[in-house]
């Protein structure tokens, strides 16, 4: 059993209903078990509770274990109970894979980095939250002393902390432990899924922001998985005049119509770079595409990507599918072509939100399949998102 003290206004969702919460630890005052307050939250002084994580121990070895939380709060951190996950295709191939580049599953490792909750403990030194307020959580710490993070490129920490990336826990899990400057309040209106839907919304912003995508461009994304569709939600709401997708998939290219794409191509597996270069060239005739933007990021894709994009224009490349390749460079440099890198995100989460507040971009069409958070659940959970060609899977949301 863990203990976990709580401090404050606890969601009614939180209330103790079973044994470990009315006889292990809670403090009783005259009314009974807490009592209730007017912001439809009750309070409670103290309470004890396991806290349950999915926790990735090894390639296909994911348990759904008891995680120990520390006594006590360290300076400007928050205890969250976390109310929404979305797996992430880089949870599922450290899952399969046990490693994504240089990052390396060797020991227990709690799964999971998008994410929301509500507050239910403020450590020492927090000002700017109280328990209770409801959080979108933006999983990346930098260290703050080197010239990346001074220049606010944080997300190129070299030292940054970042949810599920080996060795750092991530927040699938009952209760997480977060820097209060990296929660951050949800709108009035919006949910904990959209909350939670803030990390991969906020790739697509940076990489928006990193090809400079304004009204007047022209723009092609290459794949309509989470992150190519959010990132076709990016570019709309930055005022994008043409938006083009492709994918392999119709499920996922019909998705991206109904999100606003003013062209989609759904090619088959078998089309070359050369030959889908020709048909975007096409589409976006008589220049091609200006601004590229690569949300797969094998040698095929980058190659499609150089090969349509128009005179001095910009390719972003987004997705990490290939760490080598082959490359047509004569072509980077006889048509002067920007080729960018995009590495997650930094300062976007406050965008997200007004963005989601003001409803000028919808992210929840994107989940397809919601869980609750059990063992059973977990296994269901990522064993759906692993077979998305056979469930159709966009992104599955386990609602803790």
């Not at 432990?177 to 939670?196: I, M, N, Q, T």
């Not at 989609?264 to 005739?285: F, G, N, V, W």
Request: charged share 20%.
């Amino acid at each position: 059993m863990v203990t976990t003290p709580l401090t404050g206004d606890v969601p009614p969702s939180s209330m103790p209903n079973s044994a470990p919460y009315s006889r292990q630890g809670l403090h009783r005052n005259k009314s009974g078990l807490g009592h209730a307050v007017s912001n439809g939250f009750v309070k409670w002084t103290a309470l004890t509770q396991p806290n349950y994580a999915a926790v990735l121990h090894g390639i296909n070895d994911m348990r759904y274990e008891e995680f120990p939380l520390a006594s006590t709060l360290k300076e400007g951190t928050v205890r969250i109970q976390v109310k929404a996950v979305g797996i992430c295709g880089s949870d599922v191939h450290y899952w399969k894979r046990g490693r994504i580049a240089d990052f390396v599953v060797n020991e227990p490792m709690v799964i999971g980095h998008e994410s929301a909750g509500v507050v239910v403990e403020i450590g020492p030194g927090v000002r700017d939250l109280v328990v209770g307020d409801r959080v979108a959580i933006e999983p990346g710490v930098p260290c703050w002393t080197n010239r990346a993070s001074r220049e606010g490129r944080y997300n190129l920490c070299p030292d940054i902390k970042f949810f599920a990336t080996p060795p750092v826990h991530g927040s699938l899990a009952n209760f997480i432990d977060h820097p209060a400057e990296f929660c951050f309040k949800l709108p009035e209106g919006v949910s904990f899924e959209e909350g939670a839907m803030c990390e991969p919304l906020s790739v697509g912003i940076h990489a928006c922001r990193r090809g400079k995508v304004e009204p007047g461009k022209n723009v092609v994304i290459l794949g309509a998985g989470p992150i190519g569709l959010m990132t076709l939600a990016a570019a709309k709401s930055f005022g994008a005049t043409s938006l083009a997708i492709t994918d392999i998939s119709p499920q996922n290219i019909a998705l991206a119509k109904k999100m606003g794409a003013t062209e989609a191509y759904c090619h088959p597996r078998t089309a070359t770079p050369q030959e889908i270069a020709d048909y975007l060239k096409k589409m976006l005739s008589p220049y091609g595409p200006e601004i590229i933007i690569d949300c797969v990021g094998f040698e095929s894709t980058v190659q499609t990507a150089i090969r349509s994009c128009c005179m001095g224009g910009k390719v972003v490349v987004v997705g990490m599918g290939q760490d080598n390749m082959t490359l047509p460079m004569s072509t980077v440099g006889v048509h002067e072509l920007d080729v960018l890198g995009c590495f997650r995100y930094a300062n976007t989460y406050p965008l997200c939100l007004s963005l989601l507040a003001n409803k000028k971009v919808d992210v929840l069409p994107l989940v397809t399949h919601r869980l609750g958070f059990s063992e059973e659940e977990v296994v269901k959970g990522f064993d759906t998102a692993l077979r998305s060609a056979e469930t159709k899977a966009i992104k599955v949301m386990f609602n803790l």
